[in-house]
């Protein structure tokens, strides 16, 4: 099947367009989502008096309905998702899910997922901003905006529990004030910002909108708990960050790369920032709660002149900044506090928001990046290997805002994608997309692209996807097609979730994994699994847990383990052999038998090195 088939089975419905309020009331401290909460709303006090204050706010909340009614009615929205329903189905009749996977699953979800990140517990972050608008014809995010209106938001989902509203947990972020003369503390603004894990699990997020001036940098420096789901908030950077990039190296400290400063859009700034700070221990063990920590100035600068740039550190324990401008591709030494020039990328051209890759290259970690994505006229991928560039197979067509995806058996998956940023091949910030770009697309080992299956909402700016331990694909984001496409409006649910089944899973029984006896481990240290299919399993591999945004995913790492030996129902693997194979932290398990079908993932987390720049924190209380 052809990008064309699915063009002429999926044709666009019009769009036409509302405005509305806010989110929930942030509240400080985690709660269960109430799908049935209405959001705030200013009440009447006369009505308020005379009727008690909730039939007054239920009065409130249907004028408010009405009025958005009029800007773009519920029936465009429901027939739009209906359309593109149908659609789907016709679509992917013909693709074999033995063969290409299948999207077996849809539902609603509270956040628009901006930001993701799939947490060592299993359960996934999902933030982004507290929407100023309904209308997806409309900016609903409060990027101009000072004041409490310029606000944060965050939920978990938890997939153990199904896909319901009770599958959701609000983790509202610190409320802060912000230095924008309002004097209107708020929960943090950290929408737009960069992230990356820490070697014990918990998510560092900087930067942000402090809103105004086209987007100006927040200063902000938060970390998300995911064992007691709670934010903590650290000491402020020395500069904003508004679209920064930030990875994790092989000494688990944090780097933070560009990003408009706090002056305003157009103010890219050159500094680079650690976190934690060098003299400050690397956070290890669960109990390490990072509050209160202070960043420090890496001695080289990055002067990229566009924002989020792919950042990777590889085998050689090296940082690799590949700018979105050809000739601004760098090599940071984090020993030495340098930087190095790199050839310009082939494609002599700037690129847009799109994917990069560091492609599985066995035991000893990634040595190679893969760029794609980033420029609809341009199809071509482009690896870096060795310090040197070459142009390799091409996707079906250029797109920009992807998501590419390691899976377990070492493919690479592409959903989501758009035209431009939110052009979508019918002017700005309209709905009606290009609607080839559902269309997903898979790389095999020897780096031979095809077509799958489409996705039920065409996802672009803000798209996400991440892979889940039981090996399915979570999709989600762009708020302008969620908001196009929600089936009530008036509730909390305005964002959207598909889950792909990849086609390791219509392929028969899946190898098991049972116990993982020890799931702190140093490097080059064995680690002995139970399995009752412990014979069928010819591959064991790390795949580390996506953290992304703007199709920027520092995180992603896929490592071959070698099975040093069997008996029974155990097998002993061995570990990576450094740190700079991979940085330390938690990673995914999964055992593969011969048809490349992988088991559940089961949780290891990678010591530091004793006696590094991590603090000599050599174990944790698991």
């Known amino acids: 099947m052809t990008a064309t088939t699915v063009l002429a089975a999926a044709a666009p419905v019009a769009a036409l367009s509302h405005h509305g309020g806010h989110g929930d009331t942030p509240s400080a401290t985690p709660g269960e989502l109430n799908p049935g909460a209405a959001k705030p709303v200013v009440v009447d ?16 909340r249907t004028r408010k309905a009405l009025r958005g009614v009029g800007e773009y009615p519920q029936t465009t929205r429901t027939e739009r998702l209906n359309a593109l329903t149908s659609s789907q189905a016709t679509a992917n009749a013909g693709f074999d899910p033995a063969e290409f996977g299948r999207f077996r699953e849809y539902f609603q979800s509270p956040d628009f997922a901006a930001h993701i990140a799939l947490l060592p517990t299993g359960k996934v972050l999902l933030f982004s901003f507290e929407r100023i608008e309904t209308n997806p014809q409309k900016e609903p995010a409060p990027t101009d905006t000072i004041g409490k209106e310029n606000a944060g938001r965050a939920y978990l989902w938890d997939p153990t529990k199904g896909t319901g509203p009770t599958s959701f947990t609000k983790v509202t972020p610190p409320v802060v004030n912000m230095p924008d003369g309002k004097n209107e503390p708020r929960p943090a603004p950290f929408f737009c910002a960069g992230h990356s894990f820490l070697p014990n699990g918990m998510l560092g997020v900087f930067g942000g909108n402090l809103g105004g001036n086209g987007g100006s940098g927040a200063k902000l420096s938060l970390v998300f708990d995911p064992w007691q789901e709670v934010w903590y908030q650290n000491q402020d950077m020395a500069v904003g960050r508004w679209y920064p990039s930030v990875v994790t190296g092989a000494d688990g400290r944090q780097l933070i790369m560009s990003g408009q400063s706090e002056l305003g859009w157009g103010t890219p700034t050159p500094i680079v920032e650690r976190f934690p700070a060098k003299n400050i221990p690397v956070p290890f063990l669960k109990t390490d709660k990072p509050q209160g920590y202070a960043v420090d100035r890496f001695k080289a600068d990055a002067p990229f002149k566009w924002d989020y740039p792919h950042l990777f550190s590889l085998r050689d324990g090296k940082i690799y900044g590949l700018g979105r401008s050809p000739e601004q591709q760098w090599l940071f030494d984090i020993n030495s506090e340098t930087r190095t020039d790199l050839p310009a990328r082939p494609d002599a051209m700037k690129r847009n928001y799109g994917s990069a890759v560091p492609l599985p290259a066995g035991f000893k970690g990634p040595d190679s990046v893969l760029i794609l994505g980033g420029n609809r006229d341009d199809p071509n991928t482009y690896q870096l290997v060795g310090g040197k560039w070459s142009t390799e197979k091409p996707r079906a067509f250029g797109r920009t805002q992807d998501d590419t995806l390691l899976m377990p058996d070492a493919t690479l998956l592409t959903v989501n994608g758009s035209f431009d940023i939110r052009d979508y ?6 709905p009606n997309a290009d609607l080839k770009y559902r269309q997903t697309e898979m790389r095999d080992e020897n780096g031979n692209w095809r077509l799958g299956p489409v996705q039920r909402l065409p996802r672009g ?15 989600t984001g762009d708020e302008l097609q969620q908001l196009a496409n929600d089936p009530d409006i008036t509730d909390d649910m305005n964002g959207s979730i598909e889950i792909y089944e990849p086609a390791y899973l219509q392929q028969g029984s899946r190898p098991n994994l049972g116990i993982v006896f020890n799931p702190t481990v140093g490097y080059n240290e064995k680690i002995t699994v139970s399995s009752s299919t412990a014979t069928e399993v010819t591959r064991a591999v790390l795949l580390a847990p996506t953290t992304a945004t703007h199709s920027v995913n520092t995180s992603q790492r896929h490592l071959d383990l070698r099975i040093k030996s069997r008996s029974g129902n155990f097998l002993e693997l061995q570990a990576p052999p450094s740190a700079a194979a991979a940085p330390p932290g938690y990673y995914m398990l999964f055992l593969l038998n011969e048809e490349g079908v992988p088991s559940t993932a089961g949780w290891v987390q990678l010591k530091p090195t004793s006696g590094g720049q991590t603090g000599g924190q050599t174990s944790a209380d698991n």
């Open 45 to 60: 006090p006369d009505e308020a008096a005379a009727l008690g204050k909730e039939h007054a706010e239920e009065h409130a």
């Open 425 to 430: 091949g019918n002017g700005d910030k309209n």
């Open 461 to 475: 700016y803000h798209s996400n996807a991440v892979v889940l331990p039981d090996g399915r694909v979570m999709v």
